[in-house]
């Protein structure tokens, strides 16, 4: 969103969030007409562009927030198996369990006392921790993915509220245009006759 954000009469201020422009509430049509200097078409087309800015960003936000929705329970399910690992350790009891070898297909495993895990850090990359070092990164990385989840709800709404704004400032414009062009209708017909 590299267009330059253009100044209005409104009362309030332009604000940023996270690099998402903020959108300024028109009160007066013609002030912002004559400050931006442009003709009501091309302020159309500037407030459509910014919108379509606006819906391109909250698709890319939504895919994010998708992602992590996602994540969540899988670092969580991970924390419950290291904890029943943790809880089997020492008790001389196997574990046995059922896992995902790929989509649908499934082995059954015998696990006995373990000290370690092995975690997928991606990129085919997987690296072995013991059953603390597992718990504390799998914690660290969960409160990190909920903590990122509450920033992108938050910038979801800014979002939210900058392409209402922008709407209604859309509405305010096209209706200012229109009865400027009654007005002059009128004053020709007053004219004429």
């Known amino acids: 969103m590299a267009s330059p954000s253009p100044s209005s009469s409104s009362s309030s201020m332009v604000t940023e969030r996270r690099g998402i422009p903020g959108a300024q509430f028109v009160e007066d049509v013609q002030t912002y007409l004559t400050q931006l200097g442009l003709d009501v078409n091309s302020a159309l087309a500037f407030l459509q562009e910014r919108l379509q800015q606006y819906k391109l960003v909250e698709m890319k936000l939504l895919a994010q927030q998708r992602d992590l929705q996602a994540k969540i329970p899988d670092i969580e399910k991970c924390l419950d198996v290291v904890a029943t690992l943790q809880a089997k350790k020492g008790t001389g009891e196997a574990l046995t369990t059922d896992f995902e070898v790929s989509e649908g297909i499934y082995s059954r495993a015998c696990i006995e006392d373990s000290d370690s ?3 997928w850090l991606g990129a085919n990359v997987m690296l072995e921790y013991s059953c603390e070092e597992a718990t504390a ?3 660290k990385n969960l409160d990190n993915a909920k903590a990122s989840l509450e920033v992108l709800v938050a910038d979801l709404q800014f979002l939210r509220d900058q392409v209402t704004i922008t709407q209604v400032t859309i509405a305010r414009v096209y209706n200012w245009d ?5 007005i002059q209708q009128a004053a020709a017909t007053t004219k004429d006759s």
């Open 117 to 119: 895990v092995c975690l």
């Open 137 to 139: 990164l799998l914690q």
């Open 178 to 182: 229109v009865h400027q062009r009654r």
